[in-house]
């Protein structure tokens, strides 16, 4: 049957796990042939963490997880779903959701990974919010996690200087009318899927010493064009998925944008007529997260008071695929005096008449 109304999803709480271990440009400079002058003024990069040995991207999920949890107020035993977007899962499979699944005791959720480059996070979150939507579930955890640091080629230094690891989480639920997901926009490029991939490994070039010779188990990028299509989809997207909420750029408080290069980022927001002070950047302290740039910029921004209960507040990323999305959310703050309780005396959340 369709569910009769349409229940409309916003983010509880946030986490984030960065690895403690600090890599700068300088000790890229004893790598590989780089400089911290080039990196910092063609990326924005000053430095990136890096996972400890052994430690896998479930690893890096689950403490994010555990802390957007104890923000939301949600046992893990209440979870109905839960999503890992990740573009550097432990293994093929089984899914890193379901290890995190495993690791968190959320017994009654489902759990799947969801691969769709850097934009990753916000398919999750579009996919998640779909569920609640209709119904199906009423909390859906949502993680963007990465090791990338295992699939660079620390040799190329058209690469190895731009990605770092990660993990941010956001729990999903849902909220009263006129928060939460305002409206959101996703869109793919296959006609350029070459210009980014991890080539080998799997069932188009299965891992034999000839792609292991070839380097090809490795992230392959063609920059430049990434960068043109960055450019473009960021303004292009913006517009879309602005229109669609029906909101003027004026009206954007917040901009999250995916953190992979700080000239995109300013060119973008300059498009967009995003003043500085309405967008968060990190990357110089990250570089690259993938799937995690979008969750962890959100936490910290969030975090530094930036973003308040009732803002309206733009995601937007590209990535591997190509793909591209973007995302406006009028910010729900669980926590505000006014806003009822997560479960009424009479059991009622807030998107439900009482
Ligand atoms: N140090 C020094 N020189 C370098 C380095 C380095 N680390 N890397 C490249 N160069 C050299 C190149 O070899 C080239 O030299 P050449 O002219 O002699 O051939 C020169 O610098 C210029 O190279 P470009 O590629 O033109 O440099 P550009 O200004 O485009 O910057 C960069 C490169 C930073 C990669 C940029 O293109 C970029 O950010 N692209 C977007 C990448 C991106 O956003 N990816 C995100 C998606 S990730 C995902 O989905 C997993």
Redesign the pocket.
């Known amino acids: 049957m369709r569910p009769k109304t349409v229940t409309p999803a916003g983010i509880w709480g946030t986490g984030i796990y960065l690895p403690p271990r600090v890599l700068t440009n300088r000790d890229?400079e004893k790598m590989?042939?780089?400089?911290d002058e080039?990196?910092l003024t063609?990326?924005g990069i000053r430095e990136r963490r890096i996972a400890e040995e052994g430690q896998a991207a479930s690893d890096l999920a689950v403490p994010a997880a555990r802390q957007a949890l104890a923000e939301a107020g949600v046992a893990a035993g209440e979870l109905d779903l839960i999503i890992v977007a990740t573009?550097s899962p432990d293994m093929l499979f089984p899914a890193t959701a379901c290890l995190v699944q495993h690791a968190l005791g959320a017994v009654r959720a489902g759990a799947f990974d969801l691969q769709a480059?850097?934009?990753a996070f916000i398919y999750a979150l579009a996919c998640g919010a779909q569920f609640i939507a209709t119904g199906t579930a009423r909390w859906v955890l949502v993680i963007g996690t990465e090791v990338?640091s295992r699939l660079v080629n620390w040799q190329d230094?058209?690469?190895?200087?731009?990605?770092g690891d990660g993990a941010g989480a956001a729990v999903l639920g849902p909220v009263p009318e006129g928060y939460g997901i305002l409206a959101t926009r996703l869109g793919a490029e296959g006609a350029g899927a070459h210009l980014?991939s991890l080539p080998a490994g799997l069932s188009r070039h299965p891992a034999s010493p000839e792609t292991l010779a070839k380097g090809m188990h490795y992230?392959h990028?063609n920059?430049?064009e990434?960068?043109k299509f960055?450019v473009k989809v960021m303004e292009e997207g913006f517009a879309e998925v602005l229109e669609a909420a029906g909101l003027s750029p004026e009206q954007v408080d917040f901009f999250i944008p995916?953190q992979?290069?700080t000239?995109?980022i300013e060119a973008a927001a300059k498009r967009m007529n995003l003043p500085r002070e309405k967008v968060w950047v990190n990357l110089d302290r990250y570089g690259?997260t993938?799937a995690a740039t979008i969750p962890v910029a959100l936490h910290e921004a969030v975090k530094a008071g930036r973003i308040k209960d009732g803002d309206r507040v733009a995601l937007m990323a590209?990535?591997?695929?190509l793909t591209w999305g973007g995302m406006v959310l009028r910010w729900y703050d669980p926590r505000k005096e006014n806003h009822i309780a997560r479960e009424g005396e009479d059991g009622h959340y807030p998107h439900e008449a009482v």
Not at 157 to 163: A, D, E, G, I, Y
């Open positions: 890229l590989v042939d780089t400089s080039w990196i063609r990326t573009n480059g850097c934009t990338l230094r058209n690469t190895c200087v731009l990605f980014l992230i990028m920059g430049r990434v960068f960055a995916h992979a290069n000239r995109i690259n993938s590209f990535g591997a695929g």
